[in-house]
C-alpha cells in the first residue's frame, strides 16, 4: 500500500539532546512538508522541499533542521536550540509542485522532552 | 502574507442536524483552497478542495463547501452529521510561488461535538 510513514509515533526527549523525526513516502511524491501541531493552535509550517538536495525554511524553522538526500526521505531533526519542543509533528507530501494538489499526511510523531 | 480565521473554536450539533463551519482567508491572488479532518491523535486527512471553476465544491463524506470571492469565504457544510464525524475540522489554503507550492497555512480548526 501506497502512503507515508512516520516513526516513531512516541518519542521523548531530554532536554539539550538533539532527536531525529523520521518521514518516508512511497507514493512517488516530488514535494514534502513537515508541520507543527500544537492544541489550539493549528499546523504551522516548519520546513518544506520541492527536490532532492533542496529545501525551504518555512514560518517556524528555528532549532529545526531537515534533509532531502533522497525523493522518498525528509528527516527532521529537532535541536537543543528549539526552546519549546513537545509537540505533535506531521509530515506531508504532495505530487507534483502545483499550489492546488492535495497534501497527503502521515499519521504524526508525538515528541515530549521530559 | 496569506492567513486562515475559523471563528468558532467548538461546535455541538445534535445527530441528524445540519452543519456549517465558518471558514475565512486572506490572500492576495486566487486562492486554492481546503478543508481537512482530523481524529485524534491521527493524521490530516482531505475532504475537498476549490481551485477554479464551480463555487459550491463536493467532498467526500457528505461534506460540500461554498467559495464566496466577495466574502472571502470558503465553508463547509453537511446536511444531516453522524456520530462518526466528531473531529477537528481545519480549512486551509495553499501559499505558492514561481517556484511551486510553498506549504499551507492552516486555520486553528474546529472541534466539533456530536450529540447523541
Known amino acids: 500500500d501506497g502512503g507515508i510513514t512516520q516513526s516513531p509515533k512516541y518519542l521523548f526527549r531530554k532536554e539539550g539532546q538533539n532527536v531525529t523525526l523520521s518521514c518516508e513516502q512511497n507514493l512517488n511524491h516530488d514535494a514534502m512538508y513537515w508541520y507543527r501541531q500544537d492544541p489550539g493552535q493549528g499546523l504551522r509550517l516548519i520546513y518544506y522541499s520541492q527536490i532532492v538536495n533542496d529545501f525551504q525554511k518555512g514560518d517556524i524553522a528555528e532549532g529545526y533542521s531537515v534533509s532531502r538526500e533522497k525523493k522518498e526521505s525528509f528527516p527532521l531533526t529537532v535541536t537543543s536550540a528549539q526552546k519549546n519542543p513537545t509537540a505533535f509533528y506531521l509530515c506531508?507530501?504532495?505530487?507534483?509542485?502545483?499550489?492546488?494538489?492535495?497534501?497527503?499526511f502521515g499519521p504524526g510523531t508525538r515528541l515530549t522532552v521530559l | 502574507a496569506q492567513s486562515v480565521t475559523q471563528p468558532d473554536i467548538h461546535i455541538t450539533v445534535s445527530e441528524g442536524a445540519s452543519l456549517e463551519l465558518r471558514c475565512n482567508y486572506s490572500y492576495g491572488a486566487t486562492p486554492y483552497l481546503f478543508w481537512y479532518v482530523q481524529s485524534p491523535g491521527q493524521g490530516l486527512q482531505l475532504l475537498l478542495k476549490?481551485?477554479?471553476?464551480?463555487?459550491l465544491v463536493q467532498g467526500i463524506k457528505g461534506f460540500e463547501a461554498e467559495f464566496k470571492r466577495s466574502q472571502s469565504s470558503f465553508n463547509l457544510r453537511k446536511p444531516s452529521v453522524h456520530w462518526s464525524d466528531a473531529a477537528e475540522y481545519f480549512c486551509?489554503?495553499?501559499?505558492?510561488?514561481?517556484?511551486?507550492?510553498?506549504?499551507?497555512?492552516f486555520g486553528k480548526g474546529t472541534h466539533l461535538i456530536i450529540q447523541p
Open positions: 476549490y481551485f477554479s471553476g464551480d463555487t
Open positions: 506531508a507530501s504532495t505530487l507534483g509542485l502545483a499550489g492546488y494538489n492535495e497534501q497527503f
Open positions: 486551509a489554503v495553499a501559499a505558492y510561488s514561481g517556484g511551486g507550492a510553498d506549504g499551507l497555512t
